[in-house]
Each structure stands twice: as structure tokens, then as C-alpha cells.
């Protein structure tokens, strides 16, 4: 059996990876473990304004949002930020469990018929000059051009394709479940003691006026750190019981756990996202500690970034170097969610020392440009990829304006829904001309009278045209009389037809 890419694990990243492809035109098979979407456990609660922009990008930010709760959840070391004032159309936070975003991206991949072997393992490989020979746990095999490990923090194809993971050891270790309480605990919410963070909510919850309101009864998500670090064996119910007496005194008579894992602080990062025809995202590519919730948004983010440019790579109209620019942007992000992450776990502590590093953070994020910094990391709104110097918009996302076309209003998120590159020109109508990349670059003549105004930045001046990349960063921002514009159309979506 063939397929063009191979994708192990189908979780958010996987599934995301799977979608990009297929919008691009390529066949791309997932490959998945369990035998359904269903997640046992809870784990990421939500999406940062990013990430949802990324999904409103390819026209499915909508279903999302039906579904979830928008708050003003972004934070840093205890600091939360008001992203209200920020120039985007989703200047929160929206409250929707892991379970569910999976469900609604399980849900778009079903709709772009991509072939998932669900309930199979990939259980090795051997790559050669052309390919990947994908070995699967059912005893078949999968012949591919590229696989993608999209398999998770244990990732079996990173550890196959000999990717070193180096990073820092967990120096503390967490217990998560979901669970019954016999007894009401008198509180409900965060609690930190010298062992570090702990947690008590019920799964069902409301947002209001910006706060979170529990349902009065049903299940119950657990958070407890534990006494002691590197436990092996999987945690058990007597595991749990323990932890919270330890914390609490009293168990308040945990019973019938739907779902109980550990994790720790532990944060590694993949040493190269690529060797040769095998490649990572998501957290086979990095693993840090849920502090900030950067997680799920990073693999999603990955497998945007990676999508277009390894279709093009397959359909043979960019070189193989296309794919080294996944590493080089995608690594430097992963390492600052690691670096920040890592912050927020030392910042953690209830010692007086750390009390006070906390509430000296917490003052200087008081002040507005600190604060807009953070702010615009932590949603993913300030990503910046290194495409050189210029224009600020180079390298960074393109603001989803209201545009004016011949045809009527138009968003530019909305010229990205095909997942195609777009040449917005908003000088004179008609000024450019790209015959040899007509048949991939949409070209756009539109007007915007608007302003121009970035998270991290503030105002910027008008551009003439930008050049928008299917990840909805600007890869070249200028008008036809600037040199490197055919460079740019070359770098990243291949040489002219016809050479
Ligand atoms: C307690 C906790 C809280 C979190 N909170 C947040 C949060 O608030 N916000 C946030 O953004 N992130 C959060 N995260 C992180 C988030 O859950 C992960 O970053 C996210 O799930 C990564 O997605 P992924 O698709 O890369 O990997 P995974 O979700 O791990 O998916 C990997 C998939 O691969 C499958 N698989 C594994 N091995 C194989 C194999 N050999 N063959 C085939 N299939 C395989 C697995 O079954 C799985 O479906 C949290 C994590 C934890 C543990």
C-alpha cells in the first residue's frame, strides 16, 4: 500500500498535518493508535488567539467557537492579560477541552476523506533515498515519500530515526484525573503549598462575567503534585488517594476514575524536526509543562508551518531545502514555549524568594509594553520567523483585514481557506503581473483604508502588496520595483513554470 505522506498519530497535530496535505492536494494517510478519537483524561482546556486564527485561516475557527466558552485565560507566572484591545478578531481565550477540539478536527478530516488505519501502530521503519518503509503493528506495510511523526512526547519515530531529545529532567511530578468525589470539598480551584500546585474543578463548568462557575455535581478533573519524582509504574487510585491526603487531609472519598496519568515538568526538545524523508511535529518535537497551555497550539501550529511546504516538496515544485525551513522556523519557537514554561514552573514555588521574584514579574508585567509583550507570546499573536530584514510584516502574520475587492467585501483569512498562497496587491489595480507562478500564487488587487496595526508592534505603515504564505505569514512585503520579489516567489513556492 502507498501513500504520498504518512502521518503517525492522530492527534491535533496529526490530524491538522492531514488536513494542510489534503487541501494541497496531496494523499496523506494517518496512522493511529487508539481505535477511536475518544481521549481518556483531560489535558489541553482550550485555544490561545493564535491558534484560532490559524483555524479561521482554512475557514473551521467557527465550529470551535460554537462550542466553547471565550475568557480572557492568557497568562504568564500568574499574571492574567486582557487581550481586548488586541487587533485580531479573537482577542481571547476559548475555554474547549482537548476531547473536543480533537472531535471537531476528527470531525473537518472526516470531510477531506483523508484514510486513517485507526486502532494500528507504526512499529518502525526503514527509510532509503526516495522513501520511507513504514512497518505497522498489524504486520502490513506502508510505502511512502515522506513519514511525519506526529506519535506524541514518546514518540516511536523519533526515537527510530535517532533524533536526540535533550533537555532538563522533572523535578516535580503531577497526578491528573477525572474521578467521582463522595464528599463537596469546601473549596473549589487552585491551591499552592510548598509541594507546588494543586487543583479541584468540576468537568462541567460555565464562564461568567469572566469567571468560572462549576456545575453542582458530576465528575470531578484532579490535579495533585506528588511528594515524590520519578515514579515508573502507571499511577493507580491509591496513588491519587495518597496525593491528596497528603495535600488536603482527606481524599473527600475519590472513587470510579475515568481517567488518572501522570506528568511532570520535565522539557526536551527534538535536536532536528527532520532526517531525511522522516520528520517530527507536536510534541514528538518537543514536550515542556502545560504552564501557559502552549502545547497543543505549538503542534498545531508545526504541522500549519510543515503542511504546505512538505505538499510542495511532494508535487515536485520546490526542492527538498523547502523542508529545512520547518526546522529553522519551527525550532526557535518551540525552544522559547520550552524557555517560558520553564519559568512559569520555577515561579511556581511558594517559598518567600520565589513570593517575591513572582510579585516583582507580576509588577513589571503591570506596565503596559511588558505586559503587551507577553501577551502577544503567550496567544501566539507575536510570532516572528526570521525571513531578513525589511518591512515589520516580514516573517510576521498577516492581520485578517477587511478588504475592498471589485467583487464586494472580502477577509483576507478567507483567501486563505484553500490553503494557497495570495499576492495581495492594495496599490494600483493591475500593477502586477506573475504569469510563471499564476497556476499557485492567487493574485489579489484590493483596497484597505484601515490601519495597520500588529500585537507585538503597534502601527505599522501601510505596505503596497504582501506576499502571503498558505501559513498566513508574509514572505515578501514591497511593489513590483523591489528587488527580490521573483526571489521570494522562487524561495518559497518554487521556480517559474517553464524553466
Ligand atoms: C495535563 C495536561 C494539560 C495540558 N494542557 C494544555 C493546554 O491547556 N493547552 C495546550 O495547548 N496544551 C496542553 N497540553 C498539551 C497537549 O495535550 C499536547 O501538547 C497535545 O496533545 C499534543 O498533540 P500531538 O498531536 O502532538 O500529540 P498527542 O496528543 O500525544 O497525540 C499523539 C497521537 O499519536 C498516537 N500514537 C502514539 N504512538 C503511536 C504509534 N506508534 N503509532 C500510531 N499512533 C501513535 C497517540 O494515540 C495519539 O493519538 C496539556 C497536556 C497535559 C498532559
Same mark, same amino acid.
Given at each position: *500500500?502507498?501513500?504520498?505522506?504518512?502521518?503517525?498519530?492522530?492527534?491535533?497535530?496529526?490530524?491538522?498535518?492531514?488536513?494542510?496535505?489534503?487541501?494541497?492536494?496531496?494523499?496523506? %494517510?494517518?496512522?493511529?493508535?487508539?481505535?477511536?478519537?475518544?481521549?481518556?483524561?483531560?489535558?489541553?482546556?482550550?485555544?490561545?488567539?493564535?491558534?484560532?486564527?490559524?483555524?479561521?485561516?482554512?475557514?473551521?475557527?467557527?465550529?470551535?467557537?460554537?462550542?466553547?466558552?471565550?475568557?480572557?485565560?492568557?497568562?504568564?507566572?500568574? =499574571?492574567?492579560?486582557?487581550?481586548?484591545?488586541?487587533?485580531?478578531?479573537?482577542?481571547?481565550?476559548?475555554?474547549?477541552?482537548?476531547?473536543?477540539?480533537?472531535?471537531?478536527?476528527?470531525?473537518? =478530516?472526516?470531510?477531506?476523506?483523508?484514510?486513517?488505519?485507526?486502532?494500528?501502530?507504526?512499529?518502525?521503519?526503514?527509510?532509503?533515498?526516495?522513501?520511507?518503509?513504514?512497518?505497522?503493528?498489524?504486520?502490513?506495510?506502508?510505502?511512502?515519500?515522506?513519514?511525519?511523526?506526529?506519535?506524541?512526547?514518546?514518540?516511536?519515530?523519533?526515537?527510530?530515526?535517532?533524533?536526540?531529545?535533550?533537555?532538563?529532567?522533572?523535578?516535580?511530578?503531577?497526578?491528573?484525573?477525572?474521578?467521582?468525589?463522595?464528599?463537596?470539598?469546601?473549596?473549589?480551584?487552585?491551591?499552592?503549598?510548598?509541594?507546588?500546585?494543586?487543583?479541584?474543578?468540576?468537568?462541567?463548568?460555565?464562564?461568567?462575567?469572566?469567571?468560572?462557575?462549576?456545575?453542582?455535581?458530576?465528575?470531578?478533573?484532579?490535579?495533585?503534585?506528588?511528594?515524590?519524582?520519578?515514579?515508573?509504574?502507571?499511577?493507580?487510585?491509591?496513588?491519587?488517594?495518597?496525593?491528596?491526603?497528603?495535600?488536603?487531609?482527606?481524599?473527600?472519598?475519590?472513587?470510579?476514575?475515568?481517567?488518572?496519568?501522570?506528568? +511532570?515538568?520535565?522539557?526536551?526538545?527534538?535536536?532536528?524536526?527532520?532526517?531525511?524523508?522522516?520528520?517530527?511535529?507536536?510534541?514528538? %518535537?518537543?514536550?515542556?509543562?502545560?504552564?501557559?497551555?502552549?502545547?497543543?497550539?505549538?503542534?498545531?501550529?508545526?504541522?500549519?508551518?510543515?503542511?504546505?511546504?512538505?505538499?510542495?516538496?511532494?508535487?515536485? +515544485?520546490?526542492?527538498?531545502?523547502?523542508?529545512?525551513?520547518?526546522?529553522?522556523?519551527?525550532?526557535?519557537?518551540?525552544?522559547?514555549?520550552?524557555?517560558?514554561? *520553564?519559568?512559569?514552573?520555577?515561579?511556581?514555588?511558594?517559598?518567600?524568594?520565589?513570593?517575591?521574584?513572582?510579585?516583582?514579574?507580576?509588577?513589571?508585567?503591570? *506596565?503596559?509594553?511588558?505586559?503587551?509583550?507577553?501577551?502577544?507570546?503567550?496567544?501566539?499573536?507575536?510570532?516572528?520567523?526570521?525571513?531578513?530584514?525589511?518591512?515589520?510584516?516580514?516573517?510576521?502574520? *498577516?492581520?485578517?483585514?477587511?478588504? =475592498?475587492?471589485?467583487?464586494?467585501?472580502?477577509?483576507?483569512?478567507?483567501?486563505?481557506?484553500?490553503?494557497?498562497?495570495?499576492?495581495?496587491?492594495?496599490?494600483?489595480?493591475?500593477?502586477?503581473?506573475?504569469?510563471?507562478?499564476?497556476?499557485?500564487?492567487?493574485?489579489?488587487?484590493?483596497?484597505?483604508?484601515?490601519?495597520?496595526?500588529?500585537?507585538?508592534?503597534?502601527?505599522?505603515?501601510?505596505?503596497?502588496?504582501?506576499?502571503?504564505?498558505?501559513?498566513?505569514?508574509?514572505?515578501? =512585503?514591497?511593489?513590483?520595483?523591489?528587488?527580490?520579489?521573483?526571489?521570494?516567489?522562487?524561495?518559497?513556492?518554487?521556480?517559474?513554470?517553464?524553466?
Amino acid at each position: *500500500m502507498k501513500h504520498e505522506v504518512v502521518i503517525a498519530g492522530g492527534g491535533p497535530t496529526g490530524m491538522m498535518l492531514a488536513g494542510e496535505l489534503t487541501l494541497a492536494g496531496v494523499d496523506a %494517510a494517518i496512522v493511529e493508535r487508539r481505535a477511536s478519537q475518544e481521549l481518556a483524561g483531560s489535558r489541553a482546556g482550550g485555544l490561545h488567539s493564535r491558534t484560532i486564527e490559524v483555524l479561521d485561516q482554512r475557514g473551521i475557527a467557527d465550529r470551535f467557537v460554537a462550542e466553547g466558552q471565550k475568557a480572557q485565560a492568557t497568562g504568564f507566572a500568574g =499574571v492574567r492579560f486582557d487581550l481586548s484591545g488586541f487587533p485580531t478578531r479573537h482577542p481571547y481565550t476559548l475555554g474547549l477541552r482537548q476531547n473536543h477540539i480533537e472531535r471537531i478536527l476528527a470531525g473537518w =478530516v472526516d470531510e477531506l476523506k483523508v484514510p486513517i488505519y485507526r486502532g494500528i501502530e507504526v512499529t518502525g521503519f526503514a527509510q532509503d533515498d526516495a522513501g520511507v518503509d513504514v512497518e505497522l503493528s498489524d504486520g502490513r506495510s506502508l510505502r511512502t515519500q515522506y513519514l511525519v511523526g506526529c506519535d506524541g512526547g514518546r514518540s516511536l519515530v523519533r526515537k527510530a530515526a535517532g533524533i536526540a531529545f535533550p533537555g532538563s529532567d522533572p523535578t516535580t511530578s503531577n497526578l491528573i484525573a477525572e474521578a467521582e468525589l463522595a464528599e463537596t470539598p469546601p473549596e473549589w480551584g487552585i491551591r499552592r503549598d510548598s509541594l507546588g500546585i494543586h487543583a479541584l474543578g468540576r468537568v462541567e463548568y460555565e464562564i461568567r462575567n469572566g469567571e468560572i462557575v462549576y456545575a453542582d455535581h458530576g465528575p470531578v478533573n484532579v490535579l495533585v503534585t506528588e511528594k515524590h519524582v520519578g515514579q515508573t509504574t502507571e499511577p493507580t487510585l491509591s496513588d491519587l488517594s495518597a496525593a491528596l491526603i497528603t495535600v488536603y487531609g482527606t481524599d473527600y472519598g475519590i472513587h470510579s476514575p475515568t481517567s488518572i496519568a501522570r506528568f +511532570t515538568d520535565a522539557a526536551r526538545q527534538a535536536a532536528s524536526y527532520r532526517k531525511g524523508h522522516v520528520l517530527i511535529a507536536g510534541d514528538a %518535537a518537543h514536550v515542556h509543562p502545560p504552564d501557559g497551555g502552549q502545547g497543543l497550539q505549538t503542534g498545531v501550529q508545526d504541522a500549519v508551518n510543515l503542511g504546505w511546504k512538505l505538499a510542495q516538496v511532494v508535487k515536485g +515544485t520546490s526542492p527538498e531545502s523547502l523542508l529545512d525551513t520547518y526546522h529553522a522556523e519551527r525550532h526557535p519557537i518551540g525552544a522559547r514555549v520550552l524557555r517560558n514554561a *520553564m519559568a512559569s514552573i520555577v515561579l511556581r514555588r511558594e517559598d518567600e524568594r520565589t513570593k517575591a521574584l513572582r510579585d516583582t514579574i507580576a509588577e513589571l508585567l503591570g *506596565m503596559n509594553e511588558p505586559r503587551r509583550r507577553f501577551a502577544a507570546m503567550m496567544s501566539g499573536l507575536d510570532i516572528h520567523y526570521d525571513l531578513g530584514e525589511g518591512h515589520p510584516l516580514l516573517g510576521r502574520r *498577516m492581520p485578517d483585514l477587511d478588504l =475592498v475587492t471589485e467583487n464586494g467585501p472580502l477577509r483576507v483569512f478567507s483567501l486563505l481557506h484553500a490553503a494557497r498562497p495570495v499576492l495581495l496587491n492594495l496599490g494600483e489595480p493591475g500593477a502586477f503581473d506573475i504569469p510563471p507562478w499564476a497556476d499557485r500564487v492567487q493574485l489579489v488587487d484590493a483596497k484597505y483604508g484601515g490601519p495597520w496595526d500588529l500585537p507585538a508592534l503597534g502601527p505599522v505603515t501601510a505596505p503596497t502588496a504582501v506576499l502571503v504564505r498558505p501559513d498566513g505569514y508574509v514572505a515578501w =512585503v514591497g511593489d513590483m520595483t523591489q528587488p527580490g520579489f521573483a526571489d521570494a516567489l522562487t524561495t518559497w513556492f518554487g521556480p517559474p513554470a517553464g524553466t
